[in-house]
């Protein structure tokens, strides 16, 4: 197959825009798509330090490649890469994720589970069971990141969060009838480090394409814990979906940002935390899992 474009040989084709893109013509894309997520939403402004969140693997790799790209030259505008290692047997390659910031020039920070908290996701696996590994590690990483990179004095942590994760975690949800998730905005607190996900528009299998032309030594190793996931599900009923119509990823990626459009959300008082003074509506999730434990 052709470029549309160009006319050089293709080497993808996007079945919702009907287009097949060579390789020059694929990158100008993703890169436009991206930048317009980031313009649209207003991400990123003068004067800002971007914490990118890195697991080491194709997302996060492809978002730090793609952010030092654009803005690692500019002055008003600081990247640094930041890896939560959870503690989990096998999975998680703090120095292949260093490895990968290094090689972009970018200073390298990391944080993990055992030390900030005493334990690690393997001993709450042991200690509660593999069927709550997933909310229990979301919890304590994003609480985590937040006060690894407000403490790095970041201003913006950028997650590369794709397409096909929006549309899960919309879908996800739906699902569990979770209407305050659904509907909830961002709520700028005091304490609170605002995410941005500039990958928003673009499909994983794109992000994975743009990530294997252009990152070197990103990992692919899956959590041992993913097939427990409410996601993994999700993922494989949307993706059969999706097949058959092939806009279905956008539809629910705008209908979860057209539920959060009009709600409002009242608690605007600044919450900070009783217990980790993170900003949280009483005492945060994280430190009920922390008691939790100790227990
Ligand atoms: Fe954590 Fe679940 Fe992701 Fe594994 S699959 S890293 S347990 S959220």
């Given at each position: 197959m052709k470029c549309s474009k160009c006319g050089s040989d293709a080497i993808l084709f996007q079945n919702y825009s009907g287009m097949h893109l060579c390789e020059n013509h694929f990158i100008a894309d993703f890169e436009?798509?991206?930048k317009k997520a980031i313009r649209k939403y207003r991400w990123i402004s003068q004067g800002d330090r971007i914490a990118v969140?890195?697991?080491?693997?194709?997302d996060s790799?492809?978002?730090?490649?793609?952010?030092?790209?654009?803005?690692?030259?500019?002055?008003?505008?600081?990247?640094?890469?930041?890896?939560?290692?959870?503690?989990?047997?096998?999975?998680?390659?703090?120095?292949?994720?260093?490895?990968?910031?290094?090689?972009y020039n970018v200073p390298f920070h990391s944080a993990s589970f055992k030390d900030s908290y005493g334990f690690t996701l393997d001993d709450i696996v042991e200690r509660q069971g593999d069927r709550i590994s997933c909310s229990r590690c979301g919890v304590l990483r994003r609480h985590l990141l937040n006060k690894t990179a407000r403490e790095l004095g970041a201003t913006k942590i950028a997650l590369g969060f794709n397409l096909d994760d929006e549309a899960?975690?919309?879908?996800?949800?739906?699902?569990?009838?979770d209407a305050v998730t659904l509907t909830r905005r961002q709520v700028m607190r005091e304490g609170f480090v605002p995410r941005i996900r500039p990958f928003i528009n673009l499909p994983e299998r794109e992000v994975a394409l743009y990530a294997t032309l252009n990152?070197?030594?990103?990992?692919?190793?899956?959590?041992?814990?993913?097939?427990?996931?409410?996601?993994?599900?999700?993922?494989?009923?949307?993706?059969?979906?999706?097949?058959?119509?092939?806009?279905?990823?956008?539809?629910?990626?705008?209908?979860?940002?057209?539920?959060?459009?009009?709600?409002?959300?009242?608690?605007?008082?600044?919450?900070?935390?009783?217990?980790?003074?993170?900003?949280?509506?009483?005492?945060c999730q994280a430190c009920r899992i922390v008691k939790e434990m100790k227990r």
């Open positions: 436009s798509r991206a969140a890195m697991s080491g693997g194709k790799g492809a978002l730090l490649h793609f952010l030092t790209k654009v803005f690692g030259e500019r002055r008003d505008t600081g990247i640094i890469a930041i890896s939560i290692d959870e503690g989990i047997q096998g999975y998680r390659d703090i120095e292949a994720v260093r490895h990968i910031a290094e090689s899960q975690s919309v879908l996800m949800n739906a699902l569990r009838g990152v070197e030594g990103f990992v692919e190793v899956g959590c041992p814990y993913s097939k427990n996931a409410l996601r993994a599900d999700v993922r494989e009923i949307l993706n059969i979906y999706n097949y058959r119509h092939p806009s279905t990823k956008y539809a629910l990626v705008n209908l979860g940002e057209e539920l959060k459009t009009p709600a409002e959300d009242n608690r605007t008082e600044p919450g900070i935390c009783p217990g980790c003074g993170e900003p949280s509506f009483g005492e």
